[in-house]
């Protein structure tokens, strides 16, 4: 990404456009579909293998440990990709399962809990109550 960053901003070295790049003061949210562009070739390819081989679609994208100054990413992928970002909504999901968090962290909880978060919960759907889950209809 750091050539490609070099050429849009019209630096005139690569350890200009490294440094922008890594610092962290930039926002990238405008070229973030010209930095990903080798990464969305790449993508489209794994994603069109995984529809063949399961006969499923790609919905939706979830994204984990993205810092904030990344969120650009995020946006820019599901844009190419056309698709929708997953929305967590954390405290439903985990009280479905019986888990209860405090209101301070329930607060600060963002994208990046969702590993976490989905190793706290029971997978075994026999176990959970039988409003918890879905029931599968005959």
Known sequence: MVPVVQEELGLKDEES???????????????????????????HSSIGFYEVQTGQSVGLL???????????????????LSVETLEMD????????????SENLQSSMDARWFGLCSLMINHNAEMLEPNAVAQKED
Not at 63 to 77: D, F, I, S, V
Not at 90 to 101: P, Q, V
């Open 17 to 43: 456009a490294r440094k922008l790049f890594f610092s962290n003061t930039f926002d990238f949210t405008g070229m973030g579909s010209t930095l990903i562009k080798k990464l969305m070739k790449e993508l």
């Open 62 to 80: 979830h994204t984990m440990l993205l810092p904030p100054k990344l969120e650009w990413l995020n946006t820019a992928l599901a844009h190419g």
């Open 90 to 101: 954390f405290t439903s999901w985990l009280a479905s399962r019986n888990i209860t968090l």
